[in-house]
């Protein structure tokens, strides 16, 4: 298909263009009035045309929805739409209401629009009314009007939409924004199909992706939600968005959404870091990637193919918008400031320097002249400071040498070759920590005051945390200063970083968080829905092919049967709203069945369970999952529905018995948490036994 001109930011006759730019609608500090403007004419100048106004934090948007602007308020507000207009930036202002609107008082809906009037009166002709992030409930007074969540919204949307005369741009913000709120998914949510079929056809839809930071987002995804909502979304992308964490910081490029999508789009609208400044990349290289040719014959993310793309580099992209970057980081942003050395011939700035004008004695300290920025030290800046599901290669590579390092520390005084190649990669090491360093004092020495500031926090921390990994990698190798090492007894509060959070996130199995360098995440999109009758082959079918050792597993064929194991088989069903299976794009991929009372199925193999253990662990459940499934959280998530499920039947507690060579199972469960080995007399060898009071 091929791509319509709107794509290019230009209106075509009798097409809308495609919608492009920034919605500002992240938690926290909203930016200021100069810094919007300046984002207005950085958007015209790079081709972009939409700017969303959605600060959640910013009273009047959301919290405090119903009050109108003061009079001076008014003024700036007037004052940026006048000043978006200027850069031939749409000016879409969005209301919040969803914490605490009563959809079905007309004095509410009244409300709505009035405000939406005085924004009118300032100028403004593009609205939008925003949905998520709030309770999915009704309040009883809207469960007696409206058949449902999503009913109520698209009719307060509708008759606001209508109140302001259809403008040709309303965008409407569902409360399910991604394919993983969606239930039971995005084809059969009930929620979507209602948006789909009743809001008015002029009205856009906001979409996020697969997930709320999708890590790619594909036509296949787009062209499904396309079909529900009756219309192409427009992508609200969070892939920049740092409001989440406050160590982190985003400065990739634009990334893993193929130009094909622009045609089956109906815009895209990037929420990127808090930090106004550090936005460079992210608006750039989105520029850049709008503007991509139509044919250029990009494959879809999912076939694997995104390196071989011909419309769109990111890499490219990135070298484009640190380039620009860069010059801004060497212009000042204050009147007065130092400028780097003026190259010779140059006029100087200042000739009046006054009392500034040191002049080194013989012996004295030469005066300070700051190096200047390179491009280098913005590719290793974004590597550090890459995207939320990958580093930056530098990044990467520093990783896998001290990964190195660390596991391959033999005897330090043994002179042998792998001593040599130990001490050539900790020096390789050494060197990029260097790099580091030495970026860092070059961007705390940059012109652009303004920059840096929103960037400092940042590059502290990794200059910290490179140090501190700096300062192990010498004591493995027996260079170490004492009181520089990071495990010393008495260390300064920064070789403990991440305060309270950190200390949480380290008492989680896996430290509650994944590690990007050794597990990138998985991406895919699962569902969790309720066993049925017509899943029993399916189930088998696993059942099978996991007891056969499934793909290069263990076979368990000649192993003791579990009381498991009629369960699985089909030859017992389980107990009712006790079942549950785990889906992806291909079908059945892993299951979660209980028997609430599991005596009989432990008489029927003849399994001896001592009635005391019984009387705690009354129940069964089996849970597989196929090995191709890698990303451990469906599973939990489904034994976590399984268990609260079998709770509300009565029960006080479940077992469940594992083979011992079943590593994937055991290590599932102790991961778990809350189950642990229970002595049961009578197990076959083998076999374990784990348990978990509800
Ligand atoms: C969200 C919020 C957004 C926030 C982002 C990243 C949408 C539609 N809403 O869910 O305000 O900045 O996550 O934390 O994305």
């Given at each position: 298909m091929s791509k319509p001109a709107s794509a290019t930011g230009q209106a075509p006759t009798g097409t809308r263009r495609f919608i492009s730019g920034v919605v500002e609608g992240f938690y926290g500090r909203p930016w200021t009035m100069e810094q919007r403007t300046e984002l207005f004419q950085r958007e015209q100048k790079w081709g972009l045309n939409t700017y969303l106004y959605a600060p959640k934090d910013d009273y009047k948007h959301r919290m405090y929805w119903r009050d109108l602007y003061s009079d001076q308020e008014a003024e700036q507000l007037r004052a940026l739409i006048s000043a978006a207009k200027q850069h031939n930036v749409d000016f879409v202002y969005a209301v919040s209401p969803g914490l605490d609107i009563t959809f079905s008082n007309p004095r509410e809906v009244s409300a709505l629009k009035r405000k939406?009037?005085?924004?009118r009166q300032f100028g403004c002709r593009s609205f939008s009314l925003l949905f998520d992030d709030i309770e999915p409930?009704?309040?009883?007074?809207?469960?007696?009007?409206?058949s449902s969540f999503a009913e109520a919204q698209v009719s307060v949307t509708n008759a606001v939409y209508?109140?302001?005369?259809d403008p040709d741009t309303f965008l409407f913000c569902p409360t399910d924004y991604c394919a993983a709120f969606c239930t039971p998914n995005v084809l059969q949510s009930s929620y979507l199909n209602t948006v789909g079929e009743k809001l008015l056809p002029g009205i856009d839809v906001l979409w996020t992706g697969p997930k709320v930071v999708s890590h790619k987002i594909s036509v296949a995804s787009i062209e499904e939600v396309t079909s529900v909502l009756k219309r192409a979304p427009v992508i609200?992308?969070?892939?920049?968005a740092n409001d989440y964490d406050p160590q982190r910081l985003f400065l990739g490029p634009f990334k893993d959404r193929p130009t094909e999508l622009i045609s089956r789009l109906r815009g895209v609208l990037t929420n990127p870091n808090c930090e106004f400044y550090p936005n460079f990349v992210a608006i750039h290289s989105l520029a850049t990637w709008c503007r991509a040719p139509a044919d250029g014959g990009q494959k879809d993310v999912e076939m694997g193919d995104e390196e071989q793309d011909s419309s769109y580099?990111?890499?490219?992209?990135?070298?484009?918008?640190?380039?620009?970057?860069?010059q801004e980081f060497l212009s000042t942003d204050q009147p007065g400031a130092r400028l780097p050395k003026e190259s010779p011939g140059e006029e100087p700035m200042q000739t009046d320097l006054?009392?500034?004008?040191?002049?080194?004695?013989?012996?004295?300290?030469?005066?300070?002249?700051?190096?200047?920025?390179?491009?280098?030290?913005?590719?290793?800046?974004?590597?550090?400071?890459?995207?939320p599901y990958e580093h930056g290669p530098t990044a990467r590579s520093m990783l896998q040498q001290l990964d190195w390092l660390k596991n391959n520390r033999g005897d330090a005084a043994a002179e042998t070759d792998k001593t040599a190649e130990w001490r050539s990669r900790a020096k390789q090491f050494d060197d990029m920590c260097e790099a580091v360093v030495k970026m860092f004092n070059r961007l705390s020495n940059a012109p652009n005051r303004r920059i840096l500031y929103d960037l400092y926090n940042y590059i502290c921390d990794i200059k910290s945390g490179v140090g501190l990994a700096r300062a192990y990698v010498k004591t493995l190798g027996g260079q170490g200063r004492p009181s520089a090492q990071p495990m010393n007894q008495d260390p300064e509060p920064w070789g403990f970083r991440g305060g309270l959070s950190g200390e949480f996130q380290r008492m989680l199995p896996c430290h509650g968080n994944r590690d990007l360098f050794r597990h990138p995440p998985m991406t895919e999109v699962y569902c969790i829905r309720l066993y049925c009758p017509e899943d029993k082959t399916e189930v088998q079918r696993i059942f099978r092919e996991m007891k056969s050792g499934g793909e290069g597993g263990v076979p368990l064929m000649m192993q003791p049967p579990l009381i498991c194991d009629s369960l699985s088989a089909g030859d017992l069903s389980p107990s009712p709203q006790c079942a549950l299976v785990l889906e992806d794009e291909t079908g059945l991929v892993g299951y979660a069945l209980a028997l609430t009372d599991a005596k009989p199925a432990a008489a029927k193999i003849q399994r001896a369970v001592s009635d005391a253990v019984f009387r705690d662990f009354p129940s069964l459940v089996t849970v597989q999952v196929l090995p191709r499934v890698t990303d451990p959280s469906?599973?939990?998530?489904?034994?976590g529905r399984l268990l609260s499920s079998i709770r509300s039947s009565g029960s006080r507690g479940v077992f469940c018995e594992l083979r011992q060579s079943d590593k994937r199972m055991l290590d599932?469960?102790?991961?778990?948490?809350?189950?642990?080995?229970v002595q049961v007399a009578g197990l076959p060898q083998d076999i374990i036994a784990m348990a978990t009071s509800l």
């Open positions: 939406l009037d005085q924004v409930e009704m309040c009883p007074a809207d469960q007696q009007t409206f209508q109140h302001l005369g609200w992308d969070n892939i920049h580099s990111p890499q490219k992209a990135l070298t484009l918008a640190l380039t620009d970057w860069l006054g009392e500034s004008s040191y002049v080194p004695g013989a012996g004295e300290n030469p005066l300070y002249t700051a190096e200047p920025l390179t491009l280098e030290d913005l590719k290793l800046l974004s590597d550090l400071f890459y995207l469906p599973a939990r998530r489904m034994i599932f469960y102790t991961k778990l948490g809350s189950f642990r080995p």
